[in-house]
């Protein structure tokens, strides 16, 4: 079984801010976006976590292996280097999207984003040592199949872009939906996701609804470990396997689960 802790990372007052005392300049506030997410990515890395753009005043962590105290100090980080500050919701469950809910919930309660008063909110619950499992994890890394032929060395840029967004969408939905897993495109013909405790076929019925849905042709790598850096590595090397067999589903499973021991 699954145990995903997922983090909420919501800027405080940033849409007033944005026009306060008259409205900015936009590119200063991609810059601005951009920075604070790659310092977030660096800092939750570092503690071999994962973070997700989604829409940038908001992102998602999956922090696994993160404390009270991470956090706290994150918030620290980025309130000494930032003009905005940071509030942050956690919460944990065997489905990623209920763990997000939980999350989410923690912050609402506290205020609106957009509440000039409400500032770098910590909210929620971590895991504990005593409950973290080496199956808590389960990342999915998903690639389009000849992406580069079919669309990039064809279409134009923007053409491309709509095609492989499509599938990310179709994908994203579904597994929401149907799974209760969490999709985020990370660049180029690349999805993760955040999922629960899925097997094969029922990967291969995500596929298959994307290809039907949006005539995308996905494979995917998938890794179960403690943390997300373990299992998306995992992941990564899972989707090589793909590629070397000409598979659309690989599984890396966690030692204790494919009968391996140690002396």
């Known amino acids: ?34 920075r604070l997410f790659a310092d977030l990515a660096q800092f939750v890395g570092s503690r071999d976590g994962y973070v997700f753009f989604t829409r940038f005043d908001n992102m998602v962590a999956i922090t696994n292996g993160l404390d ?7 918030q620290e980080s980025i309130g000494n280097r930032y003009p905005v500050t940071i509030s942050l919701g ?9 763990a997000l809910e939980a999350a989410t919930a923690g912050l609402q309660r506290a205020g609106s984003a957009q509440d000039g008063d409400r500032r770098e909110v910590l909210a929620g619950e971590y895991l504990s040592e005593s409950r973290r499992t080496p199956s808590d994890v389960q990342i999915a890394h998903f690639d389009v199949n000849d992406a580069t032929g079919k669309y990039t060395d064809r279409l134009n840029e923007f053409d491309s872009f709509i095609q492989i967004e499509q599938g990310y ?16 495109f990370v660049g180029g013909d690349n999805i993760i996701s955040i999922c629960p405790a899925m097997d094969e076929a029922d990967y291969r019925d995500a596929i298959s609804h994307v290809e039907a849905e949006a005539g995308v042709e996905l494979k995917v790598g998938v890794g179960i470990a403690e943390n997300p850096h373990v299992a998306g590595m995992d992941a990564k090397h899972a989707l090589e396997e793909c590629r070397h067999h000409g598979t659309d589903v690989e599984m890396e499973l966690p030692t204790e689960d494919v009968g391996i021991t140690t002396d």
């Open 169 to 184: 969408a179709a994908l994203m939905q579904y597994l929401r939906e149907e799974y209760g897993g969490l999709s985020f």
């Open 90 to 98: 956690t919460g944990t469950d065997a489905s990623p999207v209920e």
């Open 1 to 34: 079984m699954t145990n995903s802790q997922l983090t909420l990372i919501q800027i405080d007052n940033y849409g007033p801010w944005t026009v306060t005392p008259e409205p900015r300049r936009e590119m200063d506030l991609q810059t601005l976006q951009s």
């Open 68 to 74: 009270k105290d991470d956090h706290q100090l994150l």
